[in-house]
């Protein structure tokens, strides 16, 4: 139990922040739902936001109760890439990347996108752990160590 106590703990924390995270893109729709994405330059807003929501819930559940990790991590990195592309990629090249905006603020470049981008980057990290925590495997196969 105390080797994998670390594991548990990451998983715990990666699982807990996208159910909120998804729960919040419900409760609150203007300011993490479909009026974000918008402002974000997302297409459909309005069927992406609760799409996602739902899908950080799931996936967040999955993580936290090691339930189909490896497919649920996939999917986390998915969002996390998505996320960063779309609301950290303009702030490193100081403009507009196709439809996302450069949010509103004084600080570009290499600063203060690593500023702002330092919780997605945290997570992608920690989802990149879950992963190899899971073997890289999808479904219930085996980790390829334990061949």
């Given at each position: 139990?105390?080797?994998?106590?670390?594991?548990?703990?990451?998983?715990?924390?990666?699982?807990?922040?996208?159910?909120?995270?998804?729960?919040l893109k419900f409760?609150?729709?203007?300011?993490?739902?479909?009026?974000?994405?918008?402002?974000?330059?997302?297409?459909?807003?309005?069927?992406?936001?609760?799409?996602?929501?739902?899908?950080?819930?799931?996936?967040?559940?999955?993580?936290?109760?090691?339930?189909?990790?490896?497919?649920?991590?996939?999917?986390?990195?998915?969002?996390?890439?998505?996320?960063?592309?779309?609301?950290?990629?303009?702030?490193?090249?100081?403009?507009?990347?196709?439809?996302?905006?450069?949010?509103?603020?004084?600080?570009?470049?290499?600063?203060?996108?690593?500023?702002?981008?330092?919780?997605?980057?945290?997570?992608?990290?920690?989802?990149?752990?879950?992963?190899?925590?899971?073997?890289?495997?999808?479904?219930?196969?085996?980790?390829?160590?334990?061949?």
């Amino acid at each position: 139990m105390r080797r994998e106590l670390p594991m548990i703990l990451i998983r715990a924390i990666v699982g807990l922040v996208f159910i909120f995270e998804g729960i919040l893109k419900f409760a609150l729709p203007a300011e993490f739902g479909a009026a974000s994405f918008a402002a974000i330059g997302l297409p459909y807003s309005r069927v992406l936001a609760p799409a996602v929501g739902g899908a950080e819930i799931a996936a967040g559940l999955a993580v936290l109760l090691n339930f189909y990790t490896g497919e649920a991590a996939l999917l986390l990195l998915t969002i996390m890439i998505a996320a960063l592309v779309s609301t950290k990629l303009p702030i490193l090249l100081g403009r507009p990347v196709g439809p996302f905006a450069l949010p509103l603020g004084p600080r570009t470049g290499w600063l203060a996108f690593l500023h702002a981008a330092r919780v997605e980057l945290a997570m992608s990290i920690s989802i990149l752990a879950i992963l190899i925590d899971a073997g890289l495997r999808i479904g219930n196969r085996r980790r390829w160590y334990e061949r």
